[in-house]
């Protein structure tokens, strides 16, 4: 059982180095750890302190561990440095989004691999300039599309937006800066971003700046396809460090 006042550990994931794989799979619910894990040979709970748990386990005979950021980047900054802290260098976020573009609302379209984030948020302006992009490692980008290619499934490839606020993307009209909202929502809209979320543009920036690498795989509801391909990716990378000798 882990000791939270254990000085080696992290603030708050409470994690310790040794206990996290160098690779993660990051979704933004603690519950959903839950069910990540179990795609693990042998899970083991880690850590869990508020929003931030964590589980490791092995794939292929590799560590890899499943870990909850909280909802928006404040929170998914923390749960990003500390896992990297504690020896994390190739991350997959398994997410949840909505959709912004047109062509996102296509019904045969089984999920979204994300490509690059829009910065819209408060937290990563405190790493590096706005204009600074926040992309995806296109390793991990290739592995996630080869995966669904393989399962057979339907992920779009797109621009997220990752902004802080929930509601004014539902209530608008409620808020005095809903009308502001709405100028620059159709401007992402026309701008083909397809997908919108609290977490991603933290990942990718953090993860440019640790040169670590980052990917992204979102849904809106089937979280069992969006898993599965996850998982491949991350089998896919695995093999393909180990072939390079890179395996850590």
């Given at each position: ?47 869990n ?32 440095e ?15 989004c ?5 062509s ?11 490509t ?17 992009p ?22 779009m490839?797109?621009?997220t937006?990752?902004?802080d606020?929930y ?82």
């Amino acid at each position: 059982m882990f000791n939270p006042n254990d000085s080696a550990r992290t603030h708050h994931t409470l994690c310790a180095p040794g206990e996290v794989g160098g690779y993660v799979l990051l979704p933004g619910d603690p519950d959903r750890t839950d069910i990540i894990a179990q795609r693990l040979e042998n899970p083991q709970l880690i850590a869990n302190n508020r929003e931030l748990r964590t589980w490791t386990g092995y794939l292929d005979g590799v560590m890899v561990s499943v870990a909850s950021t909280g909802m928006g980047c404040p929170s998914a900054a923390i749960a990003v440095e500390e896992l990297i802290k504690c020896g994390a260098h190739t991350i997959i976020r398994v997410g949840s989004c909505g959709r912004v573009c047109d062509s996102s609302y296509d019904e045969s379209i089984d999920g979204f691999i994300c490509t690059a984030a829009v910065r819209d948020e408060g937290t990563t302006p405190h790493y590096v300039p706005i204009e600074f992009p926040a992309v995806a490692d296109r390793h991990v980008v290739a592995a996630l599309a080869d995966a669904a290619e393989k399962l057979g499934v339907h992920f779009m490839e797109g621009i997220t937006l990752t902004k802080d606020c929930y509601y004014i993307q539902y209530e608008p009209d409620d808020l005095p800066s809903g009308e502001r909202f709405k100028e620059r929502w159709e401007a992402w809209r026309r701008a083909n971003v397809v997908t919108v979320e609290m977490e991603t543009s933290a990942l990718f920036i953090i993860a440019s700046i640790r040169k670590c690498r980052a990917g992204a795989i979102m849904n809106r509801v089937d979280f069992d396809k969006t898993i599965s391909v996850a998982v491949e990716a991350m089998r896919s990378l695995i093999a393909q460090d180990r072939a390079k000798g890179r395996l850590s």
